[in-house]
């Protein structure tokens, strides 16, 4: 095996070793010692690979959240779903395939990351996870109150599936993503 391919699969093993200990541990639970341990690697190997521990967390975000900008765009146009079925239907995907702590990666953004990593986290969030929102919000503006903008909306609706998305809170949850949905769309008043 070259060098350069012993590279890309060691950079490879350590994003998706990562993957599974910020996603679950948070930023400062996270051991990037532990990181390289599991994979069989010193920690300056690791770190030949990404300068620190901020630029890893960067990096694996960046992954995961290339394929959910994908995937969330995508879910949309499958068979031309109305508003009701692309929320709900976006949102298992996100508890399926992102069953992550939403509260303890913001909370890392706020305080402990860098202002600079903060920012560029950011950005991938806004960019692969509440622009489709956005997106699909505004293409469906004609079924939407004038005073509310796609943005504020992805926002909000973010706000309230959070709580679902984190694995912890699935074995208590008494909400399905469909009520959760219908509770955001047509709140609780009677007609």
Do not use: W
């Amino acid at each position: 095996m070259s060098e350069n391919m012993a590279r890309v699969t060691t950079r490879q093993l350590i994003l998706q070793t990562a993957e599974v200990h910020f996603m679950r541990d948070g930023y400062k639970g996270t051991s990037t010692r532990q990181i390289a341990k599991e994979i069989g690697i010193t920690q300056p190997n690791l770190y030949h690979h990404f300068k620190n521990k901020e630029s890893l967390y960067i990096a694996v975000l960046e992954m995961v959240a290339s394929k959910a900008l994908e995937d969330l765009k995508s879910i949309p146009a499958e068979v031309q779903l109305n508003l009701e079925e692309s929320l709900i239907k976006m949102t298992h995907y996100l508890r399926k395939t992102h069953p992550y702590n939403f509260s303890v990666m913001m909370n890392d953004m706020k305080t402990e990351i860098s202002q600079e990593s903060s920012l560029a986290l950011y950005r991938i969030f806004q960019k692969a996870y509440l622009q489709p929102f956005a997106d699909l919000f505004d293409a469906h503006s004609d079924q939407i109150r004038s005073d509310y903008d796609s943005q504020l909306l992805a926002n909000h609706f973010f706000l309230v599936i959070a709580p679902y998305m984190n694995p912890d809170n699935l074995s208590y949850s008494r909400l399905t993503i469909e009520a959760i949905v219908d509770f955001f769309l047509n709140g609780v008043v009677k007609d």
